[in-house]
């Protein structure tokens, strides 16, 4: 018998199954569709740049916890991988190396480790280096292989959203220009220009359902996103549709879909409550809109994601869960 | 009255632990008589009880060991007969010293005034202030865990107005089955002990709340109280903390208990199934609480089991009656795994609140690694009372106790839900403890 050496700790005694390194290697998973179908669109180039990306992403984060920090290793966590991933999802699929190293080395060291690493980081890190890279190389990072091109120095295009943007500025009708773009349905599967995993509505929608499933994340953030782009685009387009895309359009196209599902969902730099969640998505939403139809960019996902960031301690402080007998009182 | 179609539950959180009652199936059986028994004059909520006897004093089976002293304290008897031996500090389950007496055991000689037979006895002689009395005599407390006074719940102050009386047989805990037992095999005990709770009362309407995975003890509840006015049993999903008496009182009435308030604030008294029995015992047999069932139980336990215990058996006893302790036990809990203490000794005694002893194995009972806090609310969406569990920690850590008390840290209940769900293994109950206590010390002058 055991009697001598008995573990004496506080209740609870037990512990549910999902623990961070599950989380995380649930989201991973979530993102293999996405993945997949922009390797069958893109060929090597689209794993060329997700390996180097993931890769350099833990090599940064490994030797700045090991040298800097000089703390225990952090990198089996899986977050960092998850960065890696997001960050090559949210850049072109010929990007060259050593962008991609400028790219992880922005989102891990000043995205991510400059705050103390994972869960205090007020940005979402990918979004850092992805912002980072667009403003310091505008014109690699906005030229994206033609889907179905297969070779490292694919002939490039612009995206849906920029063809729009573009064409509008040069005064071109929307009908023509909403001619020269795909059919819904390719551009739902995904056969459409973009960011390496930005692309197929259809494969980021099953890795979402999958995390809503394995309960990784609740409904409130993508559903209050969506829901408001659709809702603002669907106003401006019902006032003018000669002036504005219809909705559809601009769920499907650029960042929205990917936004929704992994950018805006990552947990640390969301709201805590469900009550945040869902002022945070509409803000998103908002922003997003108003980038995409007033302002400079074409795509406005990752500039809407990133000040709503900053919006959150905010949120948490006002944005509070009824409280049990709390009702009854104010009575 | 059947009210189960469909499954009532609470507003707010809650988390679903798989229920393990491995002990489900395990009739109630007596443990043989223990050599010695460890009886503490502290098992319940108050006042510590005041010994009277002495070393080398012969006692009967139910008889006064300890009177209570004053209005929230308990009195506590010979749960054996023999003779008294050493009477000094001895742990119990919280791990704290408190005064108890040793009885050595001689045969089994029980007062006289004490009905041992198994009659049922289901006329109500007494009245309201006779029964409290007669409650108070017997030294019931509440048997669900925490041990509070029974006659205590039943003096509503002035003032207050109670019109429905709510029994406990939730046992949301995993593992534990001893209510369930209870439930199943004295059904028309407690239908008589409500009664009596009623009658004290003076309430027209109970509802007994049964979670659903106990759906044997509904049925039979349902036809029992097929000709019974003002009695209903209702189904409640599985959803801890359900027995929770805050989440109970809501789930079956929609009221909610005002912060910092007590369910007689919205008109309810709750009890405990076990607890129901102990009263009809007390009032219907004169039989003082000096036995419960304990319920034996773990995933490598040999018999998971049900017995009827003596207050102030060993531990190891009831261990050694169900196969003995499995060889990768590396923790001993008393209570259930969402709100047990974990025990040191094997000695310690089973006490008036203790409602099970669970053995956990030893790759289970030591917790996984803390990540830093992921912000991913998960904590928020299990309190049942609705809290921030992770401000709390920050700000219980930080040692801003003000803040932590204006964020209703002393609302917490302390399910374990939280540090149930964390996925960075973050010790937030922990810290919530620590908060409450600070908040709790009497402020120095």
């Not at chain 2, 189904?235 to 079956?252: D, R, S, W």
């Not at chain 2, 609302?411 to 919530?432: A, H, K, M, Q, T």
Request: net charge neutral; hydrophobic share 45%; glycine share 10%.
């Amino acid at each position: 018998m055991s009697t001598g050496l008995l573990t004496v700790s506080p209740s609870p005694h037990i512990h549910s199954e999902l623990t961070v390194p599950q989380i995380m290697r649930g989201v991973i998973i979530a993102m293999v569709p996405a993945l997949a179908f922009s390797i069958y669109n893109f060929g090597l180039g689209a794993l060329y740049v997700t390996g180097l990306a993931v890769i350099f992403c833990v090599g940064i984060e490994y030797a700045i916890v090991k040298y800097l920090l000089k703390k225990p290793a952090s990198i089996h966590d899986g977050s960092a991988i998850i960065t890696g991933l997001l960050l090559a999802f949210n850049v072109p699929s010929n990007l060259p190396w050593y962008i991609i190293l400028i790219g992880s080395a922005v989102a891990i060291g000043i995205g991510k480790m400059s705050f103390g690493g994972l869960g205090n980081n007020p940005f979402n890190p990918a979004l850092v280096g992805r912002v980072f890279l667009l403003l310091s190389f505008p014109v690699p990072m906005t030229h994206w292989p033609q889907a179905g091109s297969w070779s490292l120095d694919a002939v490039t295009g612009a995206t849906p959203l920029g063809i729009l943007k573009d064409g509008m500025r040069a005064g071109e009708s929307m009908d023509s220009l909403l001619n020269q773009m795909p059919s819904y349905v390719d551009i739902f599967f995904g056969f459409q220009g973009g960011s390496l995993g930005e692309m197929s509505a259809f494969a980021l929608l099953l890795g979402l359902i999958y995390m809503l499933y394995r309960k990784i994340i609740t409904w409130h953030i993508p559903v209050s996103m969506l829901l408001t782009v659709v809702i603002m685009t669907g106003i401006f387009w019902l006032i003018d549709p000669a002036k504005f895309a219809n909705p559809l359009f601009h769920v499907l196209t650029g960042g929205v879909m990917l936004g929704a599902v992994f950018m805006a969902t990552d947990y640390v730099t969301s709201p805590f409550t469900h009550r945040g969640m869902l002022i945070f998505g509409v803000g998103i939403g908002v922003l997003t809109v108003l980038i995409r139809l007033f302002g400079n960019y074409p795509e406005g996902v990752s500039f809407a994601i990133l000040i709503m960031n900053a919006f959150v301690p905010m949120i948490n402080r006002y944005a509070k869960e009824p409280r049990y007998g709390e009702v009854k009182q104010k009575r | 009255m059947a009210l189960h179609h469909k499954l009532k539950t609470f507003r707010l959180g809650g988390v679903h632990p798989d229920d393990q009652k491995l002990s489900a199936q395990a009739p109630i059986t007596p443990l043989p008589l223990p050599k010695t028994v460890t009886i503490p004059i502290t098992q319940h909520i108050g006042a510590p009880a005041k010994i009277v006897v002495q070393r080398g004093d012969s006692v009967k089976v139910g008889q006064v060991i300890a009177v209570h002293e004053g209005f929230v304290s308990s009195n506590i008897h010979a749960s054996v007969s023999g003779r008294i031996g050493v009477i000094e500090e001895t742990m119990d389950s919280s791990g704290f010293k408190h005064m108890a007496v040793n009885i050595r055991v001689k045969g089994d000689d029980w007062m006289e005034t004490v009905d041992r037979s198994d009659t049922l006895i289901e006329e109500i002689k007494l009245d309201s202030k006779e029964i409290v009395a007669c409650i108070m005599e017997a030294g019931v407390v509440g048997m669900g865990g925490a041990a509070f006074p029974a006659h205590v719940k039943l003096s509503v102050p002035e003032g207050k107005h109670v019109d429905y009386l709510i029994i406990n047989g939730v046992e949301c805990e995993p593992y534990l089955t001893a209510d369930h037992r209870i439930m199943l095999e004295k059904s028309r005990e407690i239908l008589v002990g409500i009664k009596i709770l009623m009658t004290a009362l003076g309430v027209k309407q109970a509802i007994i709340g049964i979670e659903d995975n106990k759906h044997d003890a509904v049925e039979l509840f349902e036809k029992l109280l097929q000709h019974e006015q003002g009695i209903a049993v209702a189904a409640l999903e599985v959803h801890y903390p359900q027995g929770g008496e805050k989440q109970l009182i809501q789930a079956l009435l929609n009221r909610e208990v005002p912060s910092g308030g007590l369910p007689s604030d919205v008109g309810v008294i709750v009890h405990n199934v076990g607890t129901t029995y102990a009263i009809y015992e007390a009032v219907q047999k004169n039989k003082p609480l000096i036995e419960r069932v304990v319920t034996v139980t773990g995933k490598s336990v040999k018999q998971p089991s049900n017995f009827l215990v003596r207050i102030g058996t060993p531990v190891i006893d009831l261990l050694i009656a169900a196969g003995g302790v499995p060889e990768d036990t590396g923790k001993i809990v008393s209570g259930g795994p969402m709100m047990g203490k974990a025990i040191a000794d094997l000695d310690v005694p089973i006490a008036k609140g203790t409602s099970g002893i669970l053995l956990i194995p030893k790759e289970e009972s030591t917790r996984a690694e803390v990540y830093n806090c992921l912000h991913c609310g998960k904590c928020i969406e299990a309190c049942p009372m609705g809290l921030e569990p992770y401000r709390l920690l920050i700000l219980s850590k930080k040692g801003n106790h003000s803040r932590a008390k204006e964020e209703h840290i002393l609302d917490c209940i302390e399910c374990g839900s939280c540090s149930f769900v964390c996925p960075s293994n973050r010790p937030i109950l922990d810290y919530i403890r620590l908060g409450k206590t600070q908040l709790r010390k009497p402020k120095k002058a």
